[in-house]
């Protein structure tokens, strides 16, 4: 079992920057891939960034060039450095790892990008 817990949501003005994190408890040992998706008001959630333990990464095209994603030292942590926010990016963001085959998520964290 694994448990996830993100972290370092809020308002921000377009243009501004924002850290995620994203916490992983349990057998993290067997985790293989991390990653954040987003859910905009009234849409499907979807990829933003993918990492592996190999730390190969796969970005969508909407946010390459602006946002990082990034292991910690003990693979437990993953963060997602978004910078130069635009207003659709606004959603909930959810941590995702994935583990002998199986997707865990997290609760989500809610970014609101707004001037």
């Known amino acids: 079992q694994v448990q996830l817990v993100e972290s370092g949501g809020g308002l921000v003005q377009p243009g501004g920057s924002l850290r995620l994190s994203c916490a992983a408890s349990?057998?993290?040992?067997?985790?293989?891939?991390m990653g954040w998706y987003r859910q905009a008001p009234g849409k499907e959630r979807e990829l933003v960034a993918k990492i592996t333990h190999d730390e190969d990464v796969n970005y969508s095209e909407s946010v390459k060039g602006r946002f990082t994603i990034s292991l910690g030292n003990a693979k437990n942590m993953v963060y997602l450095q978004m910078n130069s926010l635009k207003p659709e990016d606004t959603g909930v963001y959810y941590c995702?790892?994935?583990?002998?085959?199986?997707?865990?998520w997290g609760q989500g964290t809610l970014v609101t990008v707004s001037s």
């Open positions: 995702n790892a994935v583990l002998l085959g199986v997707e865990v």
């Open positions: 349990g057998t993290i040992f067997s985790i293989t891939s």
